[in-house]
């Protein structure tokens, strides 16, 4: 699993002209799916991200996180996270997984990531074409994989 999260001031997500999800404070958390992604991957990046300490503290030092600010979260899943640029100029997006793999495990992280935060989170709609609005705070932008966890 890819994320590539953002702290934002606010940020909405907008399907067919219908304004699905609004934040104030909080995080966007665009997340790629792939075949090999499983529970544990899920478990341990919701983990990560909901006590990732990139809000500021009262010194102005990232030591707080999104769960301690009770800032909200926008999750919106996006498959070209894992795209492959190797060959030619037009991407390859054979890594990311198929609807019938990725719609499960994307809601199975939307309900984990709620745990993770203590309460609900929006989301946008899988496979939608979707109008992402955010104004990025700092700007602070982290990228995570969970095959990576360095």
């Not at 544990?40 to 009262?58: G, V, Y």
């Amino acid at each position: 699993m890819i994320a590539v999260i953002q702290r934002v001031a606010q940020a909405s997500v907008e399907i067919g002209g219908s304004v699905k999800a609004t934040i104030q404070s909080g995080l966007v958390v665009l997340l790629g799916i792939e075949d090999a992604d499983n529970s544990e991957d899920i478990n341990w990046l919701t983990s990560k991200i909901a006590n990732l300490r990139i809000f500021n503290d009262d010194q102005g030092v990232m030591n707080v996180s999104v769960k301690d600010a009770a800032g909200d979260i926008i999750v919106v899943s996006q498959f070209t996270l894992h795209a492959s640029t190797k060959k030619g100029n037009r991407p390859s997006y054979l890594k990311a997984s198929k609807p019938d793999i990725a719609i499960p495990r994307y809601e199975e992280f939307l309900k984990e990531m709620a745990n993770a935060l203590g309460k609900p989170i929006q989301s946008g709609e899988f496979g939608a074409d979707m109008k992402v609005q955010l104004i990025n705070d700092g700007p602070v932008t982290i990228i995570i994989d969970s095959k990576n966890r360095n």
